[in-house]
T-cell receptor
Framework: ETGVTQSPTHLIKTRGQQVTLRCSSQSGHNTVSWYQQALGQGPQFIFQ???????GRGNFPPRFSGLQFPNYSSELNVNALELDDSALYLC???????????FGPGTRLLVL | AQTVTQSQPEMSVQEAETVTLSCTYDTSENNYYLFWYKQPPSRQMILVIR??????QNATENRFSVNFQKAAKSFSLKISDSQLGDTAMYFCAFMRGDTNAGKSTFGDGTTLTVKP
């Protein structure tokens, strides 16, 4: 176990709905990154938060947004869900700018 | 932009034998990190081994070692004395040395099956 937790573990939504996924970082980790992992593929970087500000973003549309809270926990919000948003969503935390990140177990989202 | 390629979608090995997983990458950066992660079925992704690009010495962690060829942009993982618990998907990943960027670029993975 890495000390990074995510909720919920599984989620089913319908197209057009909105979803919020949550991540609790490992103690002392103030940097959180979110990744989308489609079935049979490697994780794709969505964005990163450091000290409550987004400081890096991958090739994802604005309907993917996030928040980081003072306790360094984080949320990923996805609006106007599309079928292709079905995936495992991973968060990873790390202390500051250290290169090693620790992954949570993921939230599996199914969009119908 | 960086790319990471894992050319072996699936591999299998007998228990106690040695297996090597391949990874190549493309970057114009000179300072970066390379990683191998293990993702067991329905379990968390965990770090197996890490290599700093500025270090010529290959990283080792117990039964896991890498062959890092910077000029060839190759980063293979060798697993010695394979165990049943090594069965998992293995991902090669790249991160720029400017770690403020945060972004790790992953390959599409190699599914490794260790057979008894």
């Amino acid at each position: 176990e890495t000390g990074v937790t995510q909720s919920p573990t599984h989620l089913i939504k319908t197209r057009g709905q909105q979803v919020t996924l949550r991540c609790s970082s490992q103690s002392g980790h103030n940097t959180v990154s979110w990744y989308q992992q489609a079935l049979g593929q490697g994780p794709q970087f969505i964005f990163q938060y450091y000290r409550e500000e987004e400081n890096g973003r991958g090739n994802f549309p604005p309907r993917f947004s996030g928040l980081q809270f003072p306790n360094y926990s984080s949320e990923l919000n996805v609006n106007a869900l599309e079928l292709d948003d079905s995936a495992l969503y991973l968060c990873a935390s790390r202390p500051g700018t250290r290169e090693t990140q620790y992954f949570g177990p993921g939230t599996r989202l199914l969009v119908l | 932009a960086q790319t990471v390629t894992q050319s072996q979608p699936e591999m299998s090995v007998q228990e106690a034998e040695t297996v090597t997983l391949s990874c190549t990458y493309d970057t114009s950066e000179n300072n970066y990190y390379l990683f191998w992660y293990k993702q067991p079925p329905s379990r968390q992704m965990i770090l197996v081994i890490r290599q700093e690009a500025y270090k010529q010495q290959n990283a080792t962690e117990n039964r896991f070692s890498v062959n890092f060829q910077k000029a060839a942009k190759s980063f293979s993982l060798k697993i010695s004395d394979s165990q049943l618990g090594d069965t998992a998907m293995y991902f090669c990943a790249f991160m720029r040395g400017d770690t403020n960027a945060g972004k790790s670029t992953f390959g599409d993975g190699t599914t490794l099956t260790v057979k008894p």
